[in-house]
């Protein structure tokens, strides 16, 4: 029997398409929208690209709540998960079935400066204000997020400075091998691009770096990275680490409790473990399946992740997970307009990354999801097709 009431907490991308997944399958029960925000459900990706660069102002996703019959409760705040009850900082929501989709929040550096986030519509319309030609402009972090935001602000005309405790840009996400082939795009843009240089605090003024250096800035943003947004269920019985974990159905421990999108670590038998993916394609497509099994369903959720990022005139496009990978295969010279990099396992294709090259992206995800062995030698020729990488 379905629930009689569905309580979504989090009204970004997933809980907006949960709410649309469960009208979609016919679930007749109440649906309630709860958002700590105050604006109505939007995309985050274009924030840190169109936004910031001035080509768009709005990214609402203008839902027909109307029809979807759902009620939406925005600037509330979840504080609690009781026995059947959610508290937020105004009212209290009784529930039969609760998606968790918080989402996760911006990580913050010691010290009393001024240090901006870009996370919320709000934190990027703010920041562009702030992105004028002569703006001496520091951020902190060399991953993707730090990479889209210094392309925005040199293109605005920005004197910006990237400082990076690692020893390449990306290097926590793709390893630094692989990160270094981004070290020129950052020259090429006016960048500078500071590697190896740890932060102790963002002071008023500037960044204290921690070899006692100062690096005077008129703006500084930090991009090191987001936490699962779960604090506030601590102690209710949901087991957490590293976000609320979910089996394989994105179902929680306590029984009716789902989590969908950047708070969830669910289980993939693809890559046989927990994964926590922090992209716009998981806040999509997790809630088809969180939707279906609260309708009565039996549906798996176990994709091959995908990301894409714009940064210094590039696309720049991740399929996979290849942190089990045993052999790293290039396809195509890195100092290249276009190039890739394969990551396999015992044989096997299991990531990708690709510059410039969305055809390879493209077949890549569909080898990956296939689980066909494949022939290294194939994958790092260019003139061979990715597809075409499959041993017969």
């Known amino acids: 029997m379905a629930p009689a009431r569905v309580v979504i907490v989090g009204a970004g991308l997933g809980g907006l398409r949960t709410a649309e997944e469960l009208r979609a399958r016919g679930y007749p029960g109440g649906v309630t929208l709860i958002g700590a925000e105050a604006r ?6 274009p924030l840190s690209k169109k936004v910031l660069t001035g080509e768009i102002d709005d990214t609402g996703l203008r839902p027909d709540l109307e029809s979807l019959g759902i009620e939406l409760c925005l600037a509330e705040t979840a504080v609690q998960l009781g026995d059947g009850v959610l508290r937020t900082d105004r009212a209290e929501y009784p529930w039969d079935a609760l998606v968790v989709a ?53 293109n605005r005309g920005c004197e910006v400075t990237v400082v990076e405790a690692a020893q390449a840009p990306l290097a926590a996400a793709v390893g630094a091998d692989i990160g270094r082939q981004t070290i020129p795009w950052y020259a090429s843009a006016g960048v500078d691009l500071r590697l190896r240089t740890p932060v102790a605090a ?31 269920l601590a102690g209710s019985g949901i087991a957490l680490n590293n976000g609320v974990v979910v089996d394989a159905g994105l179902a929680a421990s306590i029984p009716g409790v789902y989590a969908v999108g950047d708070c969830a670590s669910f ?4 890559y046989q473990r927990q994964l926590r993916v922090e992209h716009w394609d998981v806040a999509l497509h997790s809630p088809v399946v969180a939707a279906a099994n609260i309708a009565g ?31 790293v295969v290039w396809r195509g010279a890195p100092t290249a307009a276009k190039w890739a990099v394969c990551w396999l396992a015992a044989g096997r294709l299991v990531a990708a990354l690709t510059v410039g090259l969305p055809r390879d992206l493209l077949q890549a995800r569909r080898l990956i999801e296939s689980g066909a062995a494949v022939d290294a030698a194939a994958l790092a020729d260019p003139g061979v097709a990715v597809r075409d990488g499959a041993r017969e």
């Open 297 to 327: 369903g039996r549906e798996v959720y176990d994709p091959v992740p995908y990301f894409w990022s714009e940064q210094f005139g590039r696309m720049v496009q991740y399929v996979g997970w290849h942190g089990g990978a045993d052999q």
């Open 267 to 270: 289980w993939s038998g693809r």
């Open 102 to 154: 918080t989402g996760a929040n911006p990580v913050t550096l010691p010290g009393d400066g001024e240090q901006r986030v870009l996370r919320t519509a709000d934190d990027a319309l703010a920041l562009r204000e702030r992105l004028t030609p002569g703006t001496r402009l520091a951020i902190v972090g060399a991953g993707w997020i730090g990479a889209e935001l210094a392309t925005a602000a040199a």
């Open 40 to 45: 109505p459900p939007y995309d985050r990706p």
């Open 202 to 232: 963002i002071e008023p003024g500037g960044i204290a770096l921690a070899d006692g250096g100062w690096l005077p800035a008129d703006l500084v943003v930090t991009a090191v990275g987001v936490r699962p947004a779960v604090g506030w």
